[in-house]
């Protein structure tokens, strides 16, 4: 089992480069389902989401699914199944993605239900509901999502609540629909808006993506498209906060600024200098800035999946905090873990309270799940001595070579067996 050893204490200072967005190509992949031609993007990360999705496409029917310098093109002229097997799908959620998509492009999809995971249970009712209402039918089998349908028809469906994979299995299944949907209480996040443009270069028709209401005029076929996937926005976020915990001065180069408002105000409000460009954000790290309470909530509002890194940073400010995750019902796992470095967080149902400024200390810590590792990793940076953080493969999931652009920062980290 891989890990990585991180010895704390070293000021960061230099450019970082982030890379393409995992949520949006893993969308966009899944859009190639729908088109018979060739879908070229480029700007896609080398992580392990990214791979399996290609594993699952692959299975499916894609012809090559070679991920080179951030390119690949994907080509199914023909689906060769239909099936996206538990093997595939207990790895990676998002692999739910290729329910809308298959039961467009052919009328069936049989795709194992994803099962929950280390911060909450996962359901996917919703995606269900909506796919129902433009004329699927679904029956749960066996652990399998068995969906058929003659082909699907535009309806107005609106969400009970706010669903990123929900929304973007909903506009793809729509897209190749007879008439038009509506879709309403839509998410926001710029991942839907990416998908949104992608289908629009296949030749898709729809409006409204990146606002709670989309509409989606179903055509008879998509074409191919070339498509530059959008920043990492989380990854942008991730490094924000590194290099306000542990920067002398840090610059996030080839980024999107404006999807990380949320993160620039509050980080404004601490007391920590950051300027934002057009594609850049530069940071000064400092050692004083206030401790800020914090409410996670859907876009444009302060991301679930900055939460756990936002702990970490939480653990050096000063005074005490209150941080309220609203969206996932157990994304606290790296609490345990930052206790063990010497942070001072207690528990109370979603919310969690940290007092800071507490001395972290290197220790043995786990990695839980992608974002909580993010946090593992922050917190190791400042802390005095070796930490050694074990099951790493959670970070290598979502983050593009981070031992090497944390190296390149001036960190003292190496990855050990
Ligand atoms: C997407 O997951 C992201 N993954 C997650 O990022 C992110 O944390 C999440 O959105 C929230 O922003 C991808 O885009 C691949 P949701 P998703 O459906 O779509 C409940 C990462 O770190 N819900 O927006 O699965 C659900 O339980 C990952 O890269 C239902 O109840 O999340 C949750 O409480 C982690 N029924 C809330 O809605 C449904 O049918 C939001 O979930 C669907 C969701």
């Not at 992608?198 to 191919?224: F, H, P, R, W």
């Not at 800020?292 to 050096?316: N, V």
């Not at 157990?330 to 967080?345: N, P, Q, S």
Request: glycine share 10%; with cysteine.
């Amino acid at each position: 089992m891989e890990k990585l050893k991180i010895i704390g204490g070293k000021r960061l200072k230099g450019l970082v480069s982030v890379s393409g967005a995992k949520n949006a190509a893993l969308p966009i992949l899944a859009a190639g389902i729908l088109t018979e031609g060739t879908l070229d993007l480029t700007n896609v990360p080398y992580v392990w989401d990214i791979l399996t999705m290609l594993r699952l496409l692959f299975h499916i029917g894609a012809e090559q699914v070679i991920l080179r310098n951030g390119k690949v093109a994907i080509r199914i002229p023909k689906v060769q199944s239909s099936e996206a097997p538990y093997e595939l799908v207990k790895t990676m959620r998002a692999s739910v993605l290729v329910l809308g998509p298959l039961l467009a492009r052919n009328g069936y999809a049989k795709v194992s239900m994803p099962g929950g995971c280390a911060i909450g249970e996962r359901p996917v009712n919703l995606h269900i509901d909506g796919l129902k209402k433009l004329g699927a039918s679904i029956e749960i089998e066996h652990g399998y999502i068995v969906a058929r349908c003659k082909k699907l028809t535009g309806e107005e469906f609106a969400f009970e609540r706010k669903t990123v994979t929900g929304t973007e299995n909903m506009i793809m299944a729509a897209a190749l629909a007879d008439g038009t949907t509506k879709l309403v209480n839509c998410a926001m996040e710029p991942e839907v808006a990416d998908l949104a443009d992608a289908l629009n270069a296949m030749g898709a028709k729809i409006k409204g993506a990146g606002t709670d209401t989309i509409e989606i005029e179903g055509v008879s076929s998509l074409g191919s498209a070339s498509h530059r996937i959008i920043p990492d926005r989380i990854e942008t976020g991730t490094y924000v906060m590194a290099g306000a915990l542990a920067g002398e001065r840090v610059e996030i180069a080839q980024c999107n600024p404006s999807h990380i408002t949320a993160l620039l105000d509050k980080l404004g409000e601490m007391g920590i200098s950051v300027k934002a460009g057009n594609e850049n954000v530069v940071v000064d790290g400092t050692e004083n800035y206030k401790a800020k309470d914090l409410r996670t909530s859907t876009y444009p509002g302060f991301p679930t999946d900055m939460q756990a890194q936002y702990m970490a940073l939480m653990t050096q400010a000063d005074g005490a905090s209150v941080i309220t995750e609203t969206i996932f019902e157990k994304r606290f796992m790296h609490v345990a873990e930052l206790v063990r470095m010497g942070a001072d967080i207690t528990i109370d149902g979603h919310n969690a309270i940290v007092k800071g400024k507490t001395a972290l200390k290197g220790a043995q810590v786990m990695a839980t799940d992608l974002r909580a590792s993010a946090s593992l990793v922050l917190a190791a940076l400042v802390a005095e001595g070796e930490t050694v953080i074990d099951r790493i493969y959670h970070l290598h999931r979502g983050y593009e070579k981070m031992d090497e652009k944390l190296k390149s920062l001036g960190a003292h980290v190496e990855k050990i067996k």
